[in-house]
C-alpha cells in the first residue's frame, strides 16, 4: 500500500548531473533496504543501488563512483545523485526495496545526451 513518487530527472548532456528523489507515503525505516532501479531502452529492469536503514550502500558496478544513493528517514525519501553522466545512463529510473516488493511508481525519465 506504499506509493512511490519519483521525480528530479531530465535532460542532461554527458557529463552532467541530476539529483533523483523518490518520496514514499509510508515508512521506509520501516520497509528497510531501499533500492534505486533503471530500464533503459530494449533493457530489462536493473538494480542500481541500494541503501540500507541504518546507511550501508552497495552499487551496481556500472555506477560506481558516479553514482551516490542516500536516504532521509524523517521524511520518507530517498535520494540518487548522479554524476558523471554518460549516455548509456538514460532510462526510467524507478525506486522500490530491494526485493521489489512495492508497487512501482511512475518513475522518472534521465535521458543523458552524446
Known amino acids: 500500500q506504499v506509493r512511490l513518487v519519483e521525480s528530479g530527472g531530465g535532460l542532461v548532456q554527458a557529463g552532467g548531473s541530476l539529483r533523483l528523489s523518490c518520496v514514499a507515503s509510508g515508512s521506509i525505516l520501516k520497509i528497510g533496504t531501499m533500492a534505486w532501479y533503471r530500464q533503459g531502452p530494449g533493457r530489462q529492469r536493473e538494480l542500481v543501488a541500494t541503501i540500507a536503514s541504518g546507511g550501508s550502500t552497495n552499487y551496481a558496478d556500472s555506477v560506481k563512483g558516479r553514482f551516490t544513493i542516500s536516504r532521509d528517514n524523517g521524511k520518507n525519501t530517498v535520494y540518487l545523485q548522479m554524476n558523471s553522466l554518460k549516455p548509456e545512463d538514460t532510462a526510467v529510473y524507478y525506486c522500490?526495496?530491494?526485493?521489489?516488493?512495492?508497487?512501482w511508481g511512475q518513475g522518472t525519465q534521465v535521458t543523458v545526451s552524446s
Open positions: 522500490n526495496n530491494n526485493y521489489r516488493q512495492l508497487g
